[in-house]
């Protein structure tokens, strides 16, 4: 088995000496006959996280965060399982969070904020409303005469969000702050021109400080406090961009799939030099260039 590259250079936080970036890294399997990708951040000891994921999810300590990419029509009934699963082949141990998409996990956007920041992953294919009407009753099943067809289009689907404030709060902030989170996110695909809420599958994870002694906890995580209104701006720009990009790869059409991890399908750190990857009219922050 291929090991997942080693960084001795990183804080046990999860962050490059004298970044605010968390360094994420993008690790790769071969499953269903195609290589899929995921992104990892090892954020270490000293984080509490709370999070909607399937795997971790709740509120505690957790050490990891996994987002895989996993194919359009996923029907594994174990996912929770499935996640642990990717995250022991990256070498990861302890308790922490899993999330999982169809989107393009290559394709993540990020935000930063004050030292906020928001690492997303887009994909808009299914768009709806928290508070749709509710559906009819569903009419007596009648005998399968020929195949169900597939959804027409490119509809793989949900916006994941890990959000990391460096900084402790208590735990009634921090569930604050994943309402914060969601309400960006809301506004971000309105801005982007979205008639919805979100997708049925959206999750969050949102990574606080563990109080240490030595700093108080932040009580608040509303969208006017300040952690809160920095996550905010944070999630809203990654959010923004990755409509924008999930937009334009329907457009295009789905990507040809590749077999088998290649040697540079995982990369050590996506988010490397985020300034220098921002849009050129400045208009939000820029994206994993994909490779292999």
């Known amino acids: 088995m291929v090991r997942p590259p080693t960084h001795e250079v990183i804080k046990a936080n999860g962050f ?24 990892v951040w090892e954020a270490g000891p000293g984080w509490r996280m709370v999070s909607s994921a399937v795997l971790g999810g709740g509120i505690g300590e957790r050490g990891w965060v996994v987002n895989a990419q996993v194919r359009a029509g996923y029907d594994r009934l174990d996912p929770d399982r499935h996640l642990a699963e990717l995250a022991r082949a990256e070498g990861l141990r302890g308790p922490g969070v899993g999330l999982m998409t169809a989107a393009e996990v290559d394709d993540c956007t990020w935000g930063e904020d004050g030292g906020a920041v928001a690492v997303v992953t887009t994909g808009i294919g299914v768009p709806t409303w928290a508070a749709a009407p509710a559906a009819a009753p569903a009419a007596p099943a009648e005998p399968a005469t ?20 460096p900084a402790p709060v208590t735990d009634a902030g921090l569930v604050n702050l994943l309402a914060t989170a969601t309400e960006a996110k809301v506004q971000a695909l309105l801005d982007a021109g979205y008639d919805c809420s979100g997708t049925p599958s959206d999750a969050v994870c949102v990574a606080v400080r563990a109080p240490d002694g030595r700093q108080a906890a932040d009580p608040f995580g509303g969208p006017r406090s300040p952690w809160g209104a920095r996550l905010a701006r944070a ?34 750190n996506v988010l490397a030099g985020p300034a220098a990857r921002r849009r050129p009219d400045g208009a939000g922050p820029g994206n994993v260039t994909p490779v292999g």
């Open 146 to 165: 020929a195949p169900v067809p597939a959804p027409a289009g490119y509809v793989p689907g949900t916006i994941n969000i890990l959000a990391v404030v």
């Open 16 to 39: 490059l000496p004298g970044d605010r970036w968390p360094v994420v890294r993008r690790g790769a399997r071969s499953e269903d006959g195609s290589c899929r990708h995921l992104l």
């Open 235 to 268: 999630v809203h720009r990654a959010v923004v961009e990755g409509a924008h990009r999930d937009r334009e790869r329907r457009a295009q059409g789905p990507g040809a799939p590749h077999p088998g991890p290649a040697a540079d399908c995982r990369r050590g």
